[in-house]
C-alpha cells in the first residue's frame, strides 16, 4: 500500500523493567492530528511456539503454571530464542525442554503477534512432525504435566480445558488447516 | 482440578506509566523452587472484539495504524470497555464508532487472552448480526478504511492480508465454527 505513514516525531523509553520496556511516541498522522501513544517494546529475539502432532494427527500441550491469571492453564510449547539460535533451533530446544520429546521434521508456519496497536512482541509458530523421545533440561520451576490432545476437533480442546489465550487458539486452527492442505503428500 | 497452585509471598509495583503497570511477585512452588517473576496489569474493565457478521458471510474489518508494527494493519474493530458499561454495550458503542454500524443482534462467544505467563489482559469477543448503519463519534485520530472480508476463506484472508494478530485470527476460527454449528437455526 502507498498509504503515507504517521510521522514518528519523538520516542522516549519511559519505564525498564527487568523484563518489560515501555516507550512513549509522539506521532502526527497523514491528516495533521497528533497523538502520544505508549507501547511496550519486545526482548530482542522473540519467541517460538511449538505445534508437535504425532502420527495419529494428537498435538501436545502442556500444563503450566501462568503468573497472569494465577492458575495451570493448559497451553503449547514455547519459549524464548537465545542468543545465537535460529527460530527452529529454539523450537527443538524447548521441545525437548518443555515436552521430553525432539522432532525430525520442524516446519515453520506463522508469525503470531499480540497487541499490535501497542506491543511489537512476535512468536514464530513452528509444527513439529516425526517425533521421538529426547529430553533436555530447561529453566522451568517445577516438571511440566504433558498431555495429548486430537487436533480434530479443537472447539473441544478449547471448551473443555477452557483455552483463552488468542495465539494457542490461533496456532492450533493455522496447523489444523496447513495438515489438511498438506496431507496428500 | 486440586493441584497446589504456587504461593504468591510477595507482589510489588515496579513501573507504572500512563496505561501500563508492571508488578514483581514473589512465589514459592509446590515442590519449594522459589521464583520471582513479572507480570503486566491489566486496565480495569477489559476490552471488547467485535465480529460483525453480514447476511453474506461477510466480517466487517478496518485498517487501522499499529503503533507496535509502525504500519497500517487489516484487524477487527476492537476498544477498551469503558465505566459503566457492559462488554455487549462496549461492543455496540465500538462497532458504530470504527465501522458506522450498529447490530440488533450481539451475541458473547468468548474471552481471549493474550501472554497469560506474564500478563492478565483479556478481551470479550462478541458476533454481531443484523447490522443496520448507525455511525457514532469515537476517539480515533483518523477515519478508518472499512473492508468486508468472506468469512469461508479464513487462511485466504489471514496471508493475502499478512494478519498476525492471534487474537484475531483466533476471533475469526471461532466464528466459523459458532456459525457451523448454529446455522441451522
Redesign the interface.
Known sequence: ?T?P??R?TRTTT???????R?E??D?T???G?Q?T????RRPPRGAVMIVAVTEHQQVLMIR??????????L?LPKGAIDEGESPLEAAQRELQEECGMGARELIPL?????????????MHVVIARDLYPASRQGDE??PLALETHSLKD??EI?EEADI????????L??TQ?WLARHSQG
Chains 1, 2 share one sequence.
Open positions: 500500500m498509504r505513514l504517521p514518528i519511559v519505564a525498564r523493567t527487568r523484563i518489560f515501555v512513549e511516541v506521532l498522522f497523514p491528516n492530528v497523538c501513544f505508549e507501547r511496550l503450566e503454571y501462568a503468573m497472569g491469571f494465577e492458575r495451570y492453564e497451553t506463522c508469525r503470531l503477534s499480540l497487541a499490535p496497536s501497542y506491543m511489537d512482541h512476535f520451576p517445577e479443537i472447539e478449547i483463552h489465550e488468542g495465539r494457542v487458539i490461533a496456532a486452527y493455522r488447516s
